[in-house]
């Protein structure tokens, strides 16, 4: 079983759509949670972290379930411009201090005009 | 202030072969992070260097190697290539590893044939 998981999509939606993506983690000592953006061919960039609270940047709002050990990502108001691949990313608790990532598969989203 | 650089942006080897990627991590930044990502995949983590010290290592085998200099650069070695070992292989660097977030650079794509 992979560590994190997510549906690989692809995710067709139009201008305008409200869309949502899930993961689920196995690792419940899991400490920080990410979504990342990957556009084609490009390397990953921080979105947004998430929080046990969930939290809101503009139209894009996360959320973290610790005892389900899943986190969401809702983008509202779709544009052209977040076609990419959505990557959800935990960050295990480990032996020393490094802090290394996660990934899941990521989630291809296509915003259609 | 510069990013994360990596050199070169792509390769191509034979099998059998072996490559040198090099990376400079972001201005202040004392922590670098190699990341293997195969086509329609998430990266996966491979070793972090702290203090010109492997501090954490993912489950890839002895083949892949690193180096961190005096300067915070990095390099990453694979030694005996084989084509499943094609793929992007990004560097993050960070401060304190990676207690503040990762800097992602765009990546060496490799091409073994």
């Known amino acids: 079983r992979k560590e994190v998981e997510q549906d690989p999509g692809p995710f067709n939606v139009p201008e305008g759509a409200t869309v949502a993506f899930n993961c689920t983690y196995s690792n419940s000592a899991s400490q920080s949670f990410f979504w990342y953006r990957q556009d084609c061919r490009k390397e990953p960039k921080l979105l947004m972290s998430v929080y046990s609270s969930g939290n809101e940047d503009g139209r894009f709002t996360a959320q973290l379930n610790r005892a389900s050990q899943y986190i969401s990502l809702l983008i509202r108001d779709s544009k052209l411009s977040d076609s990419a691949t959505y990557l959800c990313?935990?960050?295990?608790?480990?032996?020393?201090?490094?802090?290394?990532?996660?990934f899941g598969s990521g989630t291809q989203l296509t915003v259609l005009p | 202030d510069a990013g994360v650089t990596q050199s070169p942006t792509h390769l191509i080897k034979t099998r059998g072969q072996q490559v040198t990627l090099r990376c400079s991590p972001k201005s202040g930044h004392d922590t670098v992070s190699w990341y293997q990502q195969a086509l329609g995949q998430g990266p996966q983590f491979i070793f972090q260097y702290y203090e010109e010290e492997e501090r954490q290592r993912g489950n890839f085998p002895d083949r892949f190697s690193g180096h961190q200099f005096p300067n915070y650069s990095s390099e990453l070695n694979v030694n005996a290539l084989w084509l499943g070992d094609s793929a992007l292989y990004l560097c993050?660097?960070?401060?304190?590893?990676?207690?503040?977030?990762?800097?992602f650079g765009s990546g060496t794509r490799l091409t073994v044939v």
């Open positions: 990313v935990v960050s295990p608790l480990s032996s020393g201090s490094a802090r290394q990532l996660t």
């Open positions: 993050a660097s960070s401060l304190d590893q990676g207690a503040y977030g990762y800097t």
